[in-house]
């Protein structure tokens, strides 16, 4: 029996699914172009040319097994993209590049191309991206889930295939989002943020937090599911960050009011949490924690800065949020925290 081109049409299926959902793999990714050859016909065409969230050219390349001229075409992309240059937004007016914007290659594997995956994360090329999606279907749809792996030396000393670069943005943008990174690091230790090269998530164990990306040149974030909004000053991180401390007061079921109108933890968080201490500054037990070993009446509540609280209650919990926030600002001092002078 002659066997078919099994190589061609594993392509042709796995582009099909890839090439509507690039911004699933990366927030911001849009397709430009199909087919786009620049290797002179001599290593084919790579799948296609996109556009990232800061309007930098991506060559998305398919990694599969067998294909005895993936890497030189990957070298070859890249080589491509470092002589052109600024020049491809020129050249190719309508994939809308921006001028300056780095260019890198995008190689995109599944867990049956392990082999290949793992001869391109050994290339030391600059600019070089894998990752490897797992397909799945759900109610008849497909899915999958994407895992950024890292490249080059630290391939090799590595297994884990988490994202373990931060997001990339321009030097003001990147000192606003360390500021909410490390606002969020002290919410409590169970957030994570996961995501990739523009954007993040929030998470609380299973549940989502907020979410903070790069769009339209500048950093939006949404809290929960919510409308999107800007992140251009320190008091909007600090309003974001007020936000998510809301949300995870109520996500995580740290407040109840008491007959006597006091706000406490709930007895979930104080059999989860040490009630004997304060919470050290730099994260400690976190807000769960904080919660857990205070117990404001409404004047202590209104000594921090808070108004009184009604009886009955929010039905939102934001008093109880602010609550949260008080004692966290009392316990550590200032939210956000300001930079000391060393002695």
């Keep these: 029996m002659i066997r078919g081109p099994v190589l061609p049409q594993a392509r042709e299926g796995l582009w099909s699914l890839v090439s509507v959902r690039l911004d699933q793999i990366e927030r911001g990714l849009t397709l430009a172009m199909e087919a786009f050859d620049c290797s002179g016909g001599q290593l ?6 996109a556009r990232d969230a800061a309007g930098g050219p991506v060559l998305v390349i398919l990694a599969l097994d067998g294909d005895a001229l993936l890497v030189p075409r990957v070298l070859a992309a890249a080589d491509f993209l470092q002589r052109v240059g600024d020049a491809l937004v020129e050249a190719v007016p309508e994939a809308q ?24 994360r050994r290339l030391p090329v600059a600019g070089l991206q894998v990752c490897r999606l797992e397909p799945f279907r759900v109610a008849g749809s497909e899915r999958f889930a994407v895992r950024h792996l890292v490249v080059g030396a630290a391939a090799a000393v590595t297994k884990e295939p988490e994202p373990v670069l931060d997001l990339d943005l321009p030097g003001e943008l990147a000192g606003l989002w360390s500021s909410c990174r490390d606002l969020c690091a002290r919410i409590d230790p169970a957030v994570r943020l996961v995501g990739d090269r523009y954007s993040r998530r929030i998470l609380w164990r299973s549940a989502l937090l907020g979410e903070v990306c790069y769009a339209s040149a500048g950093l939006q974030a949404r ?20 936000q998510l401390l809301r949300r995870y007061a109520r996500v995580a079921g740290l407040h109840r009011e008491e007959p006597n109108n006091t706000v406490c933890a709930s007895p979930e968080a104080t059999r989860s949490a040490p009630t004997n201490r ?5 994260g400690g037990e976190g807000l769960r924690a904080a919660v857990a070993a205070a117990k404001l009446s409404s004047e202590e509540y209104s000594a921090l800065g808070g108004p009184a609280l009604a009886a009955g209650g929010d039905a939102d919990g934001a008093a109880a949020a602010d609550d949260v926030v008080k004692i966290v600002a ?3 001092g200032p939210w956000p925290p300001t930079r000391r002078s060393t002695d």
């Design 330 to 332: 009392a316990q550590e």
């Design 278 to 282: 304060m919470v050290h500054r730099g």
């Design 44 to 49: 084919g065409a790579v799948e296609g040319l």
């Design 223 to 242: 809290v929960g599911d919510g409308v999107a909004t800007p992140l251009q000053v320190a008091n909007d991180v600090r309003h974001f960050v007020d």
């Design 97 to 120: 590049l921006a001028v300056g914007a780095r260019g890198r290659v995008l190689a995109i594997g599944t867990d049956a191309s392990h082999a290949a995956i793992e001869a391109l």
